[in-house]
């Protein structure tokens, strides 16, 4: 039973209520997080970090007057519970509920959606600057993680900060935490300021301080205090240099004292950063034993933490397989963007620890990175999710393919990644790749095939990109690994009336289409096209000559897609037939299940038979079988 909770379905009904009080309903957030999550899955450890911090703004300022944004957002749960979205918490991130990140569309409160990192501090001076032309007297209040401060976007931003606005709350939310260990001088910088001693002492004197006399006294004390000891310790804080006052580090889980800073900086007359130190998944023991903290996760036990054991998944065989093949080719090295165990990469890491690299959450860095090894001789591999890949796409043009570069991508998440949304699904990626010049753009449709498109990459001497989704792989028999013909499809089935092709992991559908069609009479050819770019040309162009219609499947947006490519081919040499292209809408695709949302839009067996099948009864085609 959570009394206070149950109260709750809007920020004024924290507005009133004592220290004690919001330290029991901090509690009771705490507890229905974590049983809650335990059915749905979510992001349990950030947002256990910061439900202090969500109480202590949302009892100071005012939302949605005053606006709060979070970098990536996948730490708002206590925000969306604050906000009146309590009682409908449990759809979190399930079909029809609520999107896991901040939404427009979803609340009043949600002022910017996010879902990628570093795009909070932008948004935030964007907003701040837009009050001020207006006239406005509103706070903006931006809480970015440590890690979010390792993407060059933060930094961007906070060039441009103290220029171009007098009023800004910026709250760093440390907890020395990406979804792995923070990484590179940023982290280093923040733990070094964090372990200080004698911040430590002034964490003790200004937790002492605020608790007797509290409010602004208070945090003037502590602010002098610091000042003091930056003078001894640190010449110039980082973001003092920004042109943005520095106040900290504190506890992030100290509500009283929160409250009386947050009401502090509301008076500052310039733009402040707030240093708080926070625990993820605190309150959660398996949370804190765990090395991942328990970033995003599916259901799991809420009492031990444990989750379902599940099948080996792509990532996996795209590590393991990487492993080994580095084994045999010492060119080998591996790029991460803060995403080890998300790619498997932390799988590769400790078999080759000095070919591995995780640069933060930095995706332009990273495929710049790759293109200065591979002048010099090295193959590097960015092991980067399709989505995240997009913040990319100019250095893949302009630093990779336009040196011809051999660097490889290999795109985790290609395709409908589920439950985090429109902002995390992989379906533009053979539009963004396909018109590069030199680049080879593959898609296995298994894991065996993953394993001969890794090797075929490394004897290329341009870029190349392998697409593979999320999820179990297919479960085929282990065989070694070959070298692809580039450009050659795999024909598995001949047929003269339709040829149906499945890319990638949708070649299931594409066998399931041929085998109903060939039921009913007709001759269906089944294609694996293997690559994207360069297409096979000649079996398409050898099966337009004889077949009535093509059906091509694929997990992407129909838009520049594999199935355009296959229109494209068919333009070139006059050729009319038809192409059914299974594949997503030109829409952004909600968060949901795989296969309710296949079905929803239409990428189902029965949807393209239903569309192929008039063209093959209507072309003069009559049933091979007689009777
Ligand atoms: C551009 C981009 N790259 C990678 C990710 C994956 N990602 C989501 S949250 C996260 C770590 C964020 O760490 P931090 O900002 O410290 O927040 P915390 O989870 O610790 O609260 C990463 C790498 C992302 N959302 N966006
Ligand atoms: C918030 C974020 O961007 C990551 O935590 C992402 O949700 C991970 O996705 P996967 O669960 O597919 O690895
Ligand atoms: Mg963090």
Redesign the pocket.
């Given at each position: 039973m959570a009394a206070l909770l149950d109260s709750i379905n809007s920020p004024a009904d924290i507005k009133h209520l004592n220290p004690a009080q919001l330290a029991t309903l901090a509690e009771e957030i705490r507890e229905f997080l974590i049983q809650s999550l335990a059915k749905t899955g979510g992001h349990l450890g950030?947002n256990l970090?910061v439900v202090e911090l969500t109480l202590a703004m949302h009892y100071v300022f005012n939302s949605p007057q005053d606006k709060f944004l979070f970098?990536?957002s996948?730490?708002v749960y206590t925000h969306k519970i604050l906000t009146g979205r309590r009682e409908q918490f449990g759809t979190i991130r399930q079909p029809g509920g609520l999107n896991g990140f901040m939404l427009r569309t979803e609340c009043e409160h949600d002022c910017y959606g996010a879902?990628?990192?570093?795009t909070a501090l932008s948004a935030a001076l964007g907003m701040a600057v837009a009050r001020d032309l207006a006239g406005g007297t509103e706070d903006i209040v931006a809480v970015?993680?440590?890690?979010?401060f390792t993407?060059g976007i933060s930094f961007e931003a906070l060039n441009n900060i103290a220029d171009q606005t007098k009023k800004l709350i910026v709250v760093l939310?440390d907890?020395e935490?990406?979804?792995d260990r923070?990484v590179g001088a940023i982290a280093r910088y923040f733990h070094k300021v964090v372990t200080n001693e004698h911040y430590q002492q002034l964490h003790r004197l200004s937790k002492r301080v605020v608790e007797k006399i509290g409010g602004k006294t208070a945090v003037n004390v502590m602010r002098r205090a610091e000042e003091a000891a930056k003078g001894m310790l640190w010449p110039s804080m980082l973001f003092e240099e920004f042109g943005l006052d520095y106040y900290g580090p504190v506890d992030g889980h100290n509500l009283p004292l929160l409250i009386e800073t947050f009401k502090f900086l509301k008076t500052a007359e310039r733009p402040v950063l707030l240093h708080v130190l926070t625990q993820?998944g605190r309150g959660f023991q398996p949370a804190l034993d765990l090395t991942k903290k328990f970033?995003g996760l599916g259901p799991y036990d809420p009492e031990t933490g444990k989750t379902a054991a599940g099948q080996q998944t792509w990532s996996e065989a795209f590590a393991t397989t990487l492993a080994e093949l580095a084994n045999m080719d010492s060119r080998i090295v591996a790029i991460t963007?803060?995403?080890p165990n998300g790619t498997g990469l932390d799988l590769f890491r400790p078999i080759h620890p000095k070919r591995y690299f995780d640069v933060g959450?930095a995706?332009e860095h990273a495929v710049i990175f790759a293109a200065g090894m591979a002048t010099r001789g090295f193959r590097p591999v960015c092991a980067i999710y399709s989505t995240?890949l997009q913040?990319a796409f100019d250095p893949i043009v302009h630093d990779v393919a336009l040196q011809k570069l051999p660097v490889v991508f290999c795109m985790d998440r290609a395709g409908l990644s589920g439950d985090d949304g429109p902002t995390h699904h992989g379906l533009f990626d053979i539009a963004y790749l396909r018109g590069i010049p030199d680049m080879v753009l593959m898609a296995p449709k298994d894991e065996n095939e993953l394993a001969d498109m890794m090797k075929t990459s490394f004897t290329l001497e341009g870029p190349s990109a392998i697409r593979y989704p999320r999820g179990p792989v297919v479960g085929v028999q282990k065989r070694p690994a070959q070298v692809l013909p580039v450009g050659k499809a795999e024909v598995l089935a001949d047929g003269s009336d339709v040829a149906v092709l499945g890319l990638g992991h949708m070649m299931p559908l594409a066998l399931e289409l041929a085998a109903r069609l060939e039921g009913e009479g007709y001759s269906a050819a089944v294609i694996n096209p293997r690559f994207i770019k360069p297409i096979d040309r000649d079996t398409i162009i050898r099966y337009a000559e004889r077949v009535s219609a093509f059906v091509t499947f694929e997990d992407h947006v129909k838009m520049g897609g594999f199935g355009s490519a296959v229109l494209e081919v068919l333009e070139e040499v006059g050729s009319k037939v038809p192409v059914v292209r299974v594949a997503w809408p030109d829409q952004f695709i909600e968060h949901g299940k795989v296969d309710a949302l296949r079905k929803k839009y239409g990428l189902t067996v029965e949807a393209a038979h239903d569309q192929v099948f008039p063209m093959l009864t209507s072309r003069r085609r009559s049933p091979l079988l007689a009777g």
């Open positions: 950030p970090g970098d990536v996948h730490q879902g990628h990192a570093g970015a993680g440590d890690a979010a993407n939310n907890n935490w990406s979804i923070n993820k970033h963007a803060a995403m959450i995706e995240f913040r």
